[in-house]
């Protein structure tokens, strides 16, 4: 088969790559540049980040590793499609006072998405299409689906919850039933990396105000009983559940409960006041159903580090979904994403709303 893999010079993809090799398949490795030098919003970005102005570095290292494979090598420039899909959304989600997660939508709109339109347009015919994340592909009756990875302390089916059955039925994930020490081993042994090479960093290696543009512009910080307690530069510097950096004097800590775009207003409570056992999600994508007709028992990870807890869903007009968990979850935050999963198969998923 011929099979074209996702390259970042990192561990797991090159270990992708040389295992589908030693496979006996025809492998092809294509690399993302996402960084554009030329906006004048990202010139002073520092970092080592997914998202940053190392891509050139990135993209050496890819290159690097598939000579070592004696594979042929692409590098594609998708910064456009980037700026409007990741980057213009990261920017309104927090402006409205949500807080996005652009990794999900990366894997969504990006390496499963303008990577394939912009291969085809230059000509590269493949089979599949392979990344070095740690999850399982299975069959779900007549669909595909996604199953939390055999190593779950790696597991990266949370980012993927938006797939279509489209780009299910044409990727691979070699690396599903390993572990990431089992793949640093096996890359350094063929000289594709050293075996103290680090892992790979957050989508950005700063601070996320760097990414908006907005000017500073002062409101309150009020308690849930409308007390003003103090003052801020703008709610887009908040995320729900934060305590550092409120920059007021409490008997006891204080906590983020929420965010008023409209009125540029940040509220704050005490811990017990960041708990919520039910939330409503938006635009829900179903992966292992094709959509959701009634009630349905499910676990339910509201963050990608947080364990899956038991919660009953429902469907609600406009492609909307009520969720009540069995117990409180802590600091339930809109544009974040809820993940369904059943049996450890993801079932689907939404943006949570607030």
């Known amino acids: 088969m011929k099979i074209l893999v996702g390259m970042s010079g990192g561990i797991d993809s090159s270990a992708a790559a040389l295992l589908l090799k030693q496979a006996g398949h025809e492998v092809i490795g294509v690399t993302m540049s996402m960084y554009d030098r030329h906006n004048p919003i990202l010139a002073h970005m520092t970092g080592t980040a997914c998202f940053g102005p190392n891509s050139e570095q990135t993209i050496e290292e890819s290159r690097a590793v598939c000579e070592t494979l004696a594979i ?9 499609a980037y700026r409007h899909h990741i980057l213009d959304d990261f920017s309104s989600e927090y402006l409205a006072g949500r807080t996005p997660n652009p990794c999900v939508l990366c894997n969504r709109y990006i390496k499963f998405g303008a990577l394939f339109d912009a291969v085809g347009r230059m000509g590269i015919d493949f089979d599949r299409f392979a990344t070095g994340h740690y999850v399982n592909l299975v069959p779900y009756g007549d669909r595909l689906t996604l199953e939390v990875a055999s190593d779950e302390k790696k597991d990266q089916s949370y980012f993927l919850y938006r797939l279509k059955q489209e780009q299910l039925r044409r990727v691979l994930f070699p690396l599903a039933g390993r572990t990431k020490e089992e793949n640093r081993k096996l890359g350094a042994e063929y000289g594709l990396f050293a075996e103290d090479k680090g892992e790979s960093q957050d989508f950005y290696s700063g601070h996320y105000s760097d990414l908006l543009t907005c000017e500073p512009m002062e409101g309150e910080i009020q308690d ?37 775009a409209e009125r540029n207003l940040v509220t704050v409570g005490y ?53 009540r968990f069995a117990g409180k ?9 809820v993940v369904f999963y059943s049996d450890r198969k993801i079932i689907g998923g939404a943006f949570i709303g607030g």
């Open 72 to 80: 042929p090598h692409h590098v594609v420039d998708l910064s456009q």
């Open 224 to 260: 849930s009983e409308g007390r003003v307690l103090g003052t801020h530069r703008g709610f887009w510097n908040y995320t729900i559940g934060q305590r550092k950096g409120l920059g007021i004097s409490s008997d006891r800590p204080l906590y983020v409960i929420r965010l008023d």
């Open 271 to 323: 811990k017990e006041d960041t708990f919520s056992e039910r939330l409503t999600g938006y635009d829900a994508n179903w992966m292992a159903i094709p959509e959701l007709t009634g009630e349905m028992h499910v676990t339910a990870k509201i963050r990608s580090t947080s364990r899956p807890e038991q919660a009953l869903i429902t469907p609600l007009p406009d492609n909307q979904v009520s969720v």
């Open 329 to 337: 979850q802590n600091a339930v935050t809109p544009g974040q994403s």
